[in-house]
């Protein structure tokens, strides 16, 4: 039979974090203790609805408002922080953030990407997407205010960049120079775009149709 050791979890200590007002927006969440890289901080809990009832549920709001509890989980989920929420709905964005949210099993959990230091705030990358009806000042109403020095000054994913047509000759299929090197970047790119599928993915629709100050604390 397998030795049992002594549980891991240590009662008493103090939790990882707290929630209190923030230099960046409203409150936000601070470390308390030293959060080492990969831990899971917390899960991103609420209520899970559709978009049509997330839509519905904030359909009065202010179109120049940005403050949403809203989190997309697919195209068919969305979880409002706002209703039944825990303390994740009160973490900010940040450009240059510490924590990273995953998707696992529909379910979203917010994860260190560094070693966090106690009183440090946490922040993932919103990756709020941007929409062909947005209007000229979207990057004015969802200005960011996270400080960081690489601030990209939006909490709207970067515009994408007009896409310039290679002058270079494309290498050759067979080419033995080129096999290993063509092999490991597609493997790399099939990583991002997994990496892509697994973070925050907040549309503008649900991120306009949030409802400001969301549930009271
Ligand atoms: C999930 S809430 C985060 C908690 C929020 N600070 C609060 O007190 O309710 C998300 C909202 O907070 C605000 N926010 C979060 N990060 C921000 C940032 N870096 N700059 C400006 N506003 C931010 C935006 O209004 C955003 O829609
Ligand atoms: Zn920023």
Same mark, same amino acid.
């Given at each position: 039979?397998?030795?049992?050791?002594?549980?891991?979890?240590?009662?008493?200590?103090? %939790?990882?974090?707290?929630?209190?007002?923030?230099?960046?927006?409203?409150?936000?969440?601070?470390?308390?203790?030293?959060?080492? =890289?990969?831990?899971?901080?917390?899960?991103?809990?609420?209520?899970?609805?559709?978009?049509?009832?997330?839509?519905?549920?904030?359909?009065?709001?202010?179109?120049?408002?940005?403050?949403?509890?809203?989190?997309?989980?697919?195209?068919?989920?969305?979880?409002?922080?706002?209703?039944?929420?825990?303390?994740?709905?009160?973490?900010?964005?940040?450009?240059? %953030?510490?924590?990273?949210?995953?998707?696992?099993?529909?379910?979203?959990?917010?994860?260190?990407?560094?070693?966090?230091?106690?009183?440090?705030?946490?922040?993932?990358?919103?990756?709020?997407?941007?929409?062909?009806?947005?209007?000229?000042?979207?990057?004015?109403?969802?200005?960011?205010?996270?400080?960081?020095?690489?601030?990209?000054?939006?909490?709207?994913?970067?515009?994408? =960049?007009?896409?310039?047509?290679?002058?270079?000759?494309?290498?050759?299929?067979?080419? =033995?120079?080129?096999?290993?090197?063509?092999?490991?970047?597609?493997?790399?790119?099939?990583?991002?775009?997994?990496?892509?599928?697994?973070?925050?993915?907040?549309?503008?629709?649900?991120?306009?149709?949030?409802?400001?100050?969301?549930?009271?604390?």
């Amino acid at each position: 039979m397998a030795k049992q050791g002594p549980s891991k979890k240590r009662p008493g200590r103090r %939790p990882l974090f707290e929630v209190r007002h923030s230099p960046v927006h409203g409150y936000g969440v601070f470390a308390l203790r030293r959060i080492r =890289k990969g831990t899971t901080v917390t899960e991103y809990l609420g209520d899970r609805v559709s978009h049509e009832e997330a839509d519905a549920r904030y359909e009065d709001k202010d179109p120049d408002d940005n403050h949403t509890f809203l989190f997309t989980v697919d195209s068919k989920t969305v979880i409002d922080g706002g209703v039944g929420g825990n303390d994740a709905r009160f973490i900010n964005h940040g450009c240059d %953030p510490n924590c990273e949210s995953t998707t696992i099993n529909k379910r979203i959990f917010v994860e260190a990407i560094r070693t966090i230091q106690p009183g440090e705030e946490l922040a993932y990358d919103y990756q709020i997407e941007r929409d062909p009806e947005d209007p000229p000042n979207v990057d004015e109403i969802f200005a960011c205010r996270c400080g960081a020095a690489k601030c990209r000054g939006s909490m709207l994913v970067a515009p994408k =960049k007009p896409r310039k047509k290679s002058l270079r000759k494309p290498p050759a299929r067979d080419s =033995k120079r080129t096999t290993k090197k063509a092999k490991k970047k597609s493997r790399s790119r099939v990583r991002a775009a997994e990496r892509r599928s697994v973070t925050r993915r907040e549309t503008r629709r649900t991120a306009r149709v949030a409802k400001r100050g969301g549930a009271a604390r």
